[in-house]
């Protein structure tokens, strides 16, 4: 249109007639929607995406079949050594996962105590609702259950006050990785919270003490802490004490972790407007109050991918107690793999022992995901 | 600019104080950013019941001024008043006068991820420690003030600037402040909005509430102010009642400015 012949009313437009001001809604025109038009423009927009497309479909379907065959069609599910399972498949031989699940689970905790490590798995699970979801009713009962937790389930695990004692040595296998790990990730966010506050402190000391125990913990490998806890913890213990070796491993763990929760929640506290700390002030909240009720709550939002990407990679390396003598799941599975009933089947083994830590880590993803989402409001 | 044009009434010139009735009196009061020198020889009373409009150009230290009123700036040098209490580094004393004294910002700071309700019952629970239950009616009374009761449930972020400014006074009204402080509160936005937030600051000023208003609102400073203040370079330069203060400047400063706000 060219300027200065814009005024007498257009009563026709382009697509159909409508006068100005009547257009219905229309649905979009079939070929910009639908899965088949997705399908065209983003597997076979041209030659070349034609020919990858091809290309990965055969390699996922050769990928597929080969593992479907291997693991469930071609698989021994029953059998009392390799040899039973080669006579039957020639697929993975589970029946040595099934012959050894009990040691998987348990390590060498013994038999007729093992209901108590059931019972701790339930009651952890219990323990865990009121955390996870905070639309509960009764919620801060249930949470008085929740923080008594870590209590009973080592009276539960290590025994006394009228039940057998169990020496930790003979924690082993997913129980071990368990134990340390929501240990780890139970303790390990208070005190990163706490770490990362400080290193915002206006109070020099504390502000120093922080920083650099982060940047210690930061800069030295968990294995090597490991082995400190192993090995020097024991030179400040006065001679004579028993300072239990798994409890020295839980708490290089969880500092471990809690100096990459502060670094992370660190992130997150940055992310907050001066204008919200200046809001609460104004308000005449304390320190802790505006900390709780303002910054926090806001913080650890922003924080929560960052927060369970720690909480993962502290589950995956509770396996580095290894090191230590202690056999975790994939320790015992190793141990296993040197029975010579069994001998060559560690391909059986790893996979078990990754299938075990993925759905682990799988489920904080998710659950992680979910909460950011329902936390999301809008802004 | 949005004036808020109702009949210009005019006021008595505020009489000579005597200090005694003043809820706010700052006496030689100097602040220092570092090296900067952002206020100089602060002088000023407020009254019980008045209102006063700052105004002055941009980094003339208006907001740094009234943020000293409640200590989310500290001043180096002299006196802040406030309700009898002095302003001192005493936290007891910066409690009780930010209990007395409400704020609301330029940008709103309004907790995104509380509910308005929760926005406003927050305070009145924690720093003043009523039931819940009461704090809920309280606010329910002052969002109905602010004319937006029926946003009770939803977040910040789903409200327009407008409204989240109303929420904001809401929330300072909720304290029961015997003085509030406005900086700039409708700068950030959309003139459609700058209305609706001017009409509650007039209804409040008409309620007989004690405020410090930093605008450039002129026609909000017109109908509703007992004195103008003109700052510039830390400095108050001119203090009067708004008729004199805009058809009879002093200075040549409070005219260049006036010039310049009332024609661009
Ligand atoms: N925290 C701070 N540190 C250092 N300088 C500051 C700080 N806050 C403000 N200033 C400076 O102090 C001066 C006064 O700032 P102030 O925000 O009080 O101005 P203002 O009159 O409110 O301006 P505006 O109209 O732009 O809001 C400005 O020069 C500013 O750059
Ligand atoms: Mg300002």
Redesign the interface.
């Known amino acids: 249109m060219t300027p200065g012949k814009t005024e007498g009313p257009i009563t026709v437009t382009e697509d159909g007639g409508y006068l100005p001001g009547t257009h219905p809604d229309l649905p979009p025109p079939s070929s910009v929607h639908g899965p088949v038009h997705w399908i065209k423009v983003n597997l076979f927009g041209s030659v070349t995406e034609t020919a990858l497309t091809l290309v990965a479909a055969y390699f996922l379907y050769s990928a597929i079949t080969f593992l479907v065959g291997w693991m469930f069609v071609d698989a021994a599910f029953t059998g009392e050594s390799r040899k039973d399972c080669r006579a039957v498949a020639t697929g993975a031989c589970w029946a040595f996962i099934g012959n050894r699940f009990s040691l998987f689970i348990y390590g060498f905790y013994p038999e007729p105590e093992r209901w108590r490590v059931d019972l701790s798995f339930v009651l952890l699970i219990l323990a865990m609702v009121p955390v996870l979801f905070d639309r509960m009713p009764q919620r801060s009962k249930a949470l008085i259950y929740t923080c008594l937790y870590p209590f009973i389930a080592a009276w539960l695990l290590v025994g006394g006050f009228g039940l057998e004692q169990v020496s930790t040595d003979q924690f082993g296998g997913l129980m071990l990785n368990v134990v340390i790990g929501v240990t780890g990730i139970a303790f390990s966010l208070p005190i990163g919270i706490v770490l990362a506050l400080g290193r915002q402190s206006q109070l020099p000391i504390v502000r120093i003490l922080c920083v650099s125990f982060i940047e210690i913990i930061r800069g030295v490998p968990l294995i090597t802490l490991l082995f400190v806890a192993a090995v020097m913890l024991s030179y400040f213990v006065p001679p004579g004490t028993n300072f239990d070796l798994l409890v020295r491993m839980l708490i290089m763990v969880t500092l471990f972790a809690s100096g990459y929760m502060a670094e992370v929640i660190r992130g997150g506290l940055q992310a907050i407007p001066n204008g919200q700390y200046e809001a609460a002030d104004a308000m005449g909240l304390k320190y802790w109050q505006s900390m709780r009720l303002i910054v926090l709550p806001q913080a650890l939002k922003i924080s929560i991918p960052g927060i369970v990407n720690t909480f993962i990679a502290l589950y995956k390396d509770t396996t580095l107690v290894i090191v230590i003598g202690r056999l975790d799941i994939l320790g015992i599975g190793n141990s296993s793999l040197a029975d010579t009933k069994w001998q060559g089947l560690s391909t059986e083994v790893y996979v078990f022992v990754a299938f075990f830590f993925f759905v682990s880590c799988f489920a904080m993803s998710r659950y992680s995901l979910w909460l950011e989402k329902k936390l999301h409001t809008g802004h | 600019m949005a004036d808020t044009e109702s009949p210009t009434q005019t006021k008595a010139p505020s009489e000579p104080s005597n200090g005694e009735d003043d809820i706010i009196r700052i006496i030689a009061m100097h602040k220092w950013f570092g090296e900067f020198h952002v206020l100089k020889n602060i002088n000023l009373s407020v009254k019980t019941r008045e209102r006063i409009v700052i105004c002055g150009p941009s980094g003339s230290g208006k907001s740094t001024l009234i943020r000293c009123i409640?200590?989310?700036e500290e001043h180096q040098k002299g006196q802040i008043i406030v309700d009898g209490i002095e302003l001192t580094n005493d936290l007891k004393n910066i409690?009780l006068i930010?209990?007395e004294?409400?704020?609301v910002?330029q940008?709103f700071?309004?907790?995104?991820?509380l509910t308005v309700l929760e926005n406003l019952t927050?305070?009145p629970i924690?720093?003043r420690k009523t039931p819940k239950k009461e704090a809920e009616e309280l606010a329910m009374k002052y969002l109905e003030r602010v004319k937006i009761p029926e946003q009770a449930a939803k977040?910040?972020?789903?409200l327009s600037g407008g409204q989240q400014q109303r929420v904001a006074i809401a929330?300072s009204l909720c304290?029961n402040p015997k003085v509030m402080l406005f900086d700039e509160p409708t700068s950030a936005l959309d003139p459609e909005m700058i209305k609706e937030v001017l009409d509650v600051m007039v209804a409040l000023a008409e309620s007989g509430m004690t405020m410090l208003v930093v605008t450039h609102e002129m026609g909000f400073a017109k109908t509703v102010a007992d004195s103008v203040i003109f700052m510039d370079e830390g400095e108050i330069i001119e203090e009067n009642e708004p008729h004199e203060f805009f058809n009879n400047p002093r200075h040549d400063r409070t005219k260049m400015f006036l010039s310049q706000i009332l024609h661009h």
């Open positions: 409640n200590r989310l409690d930010r209990r004294v409400g704020i910002f940008h700071n309004l907790f995104p991820h927050l305070g924690w720093v977040f910040p972020g789903q929330r304290m």
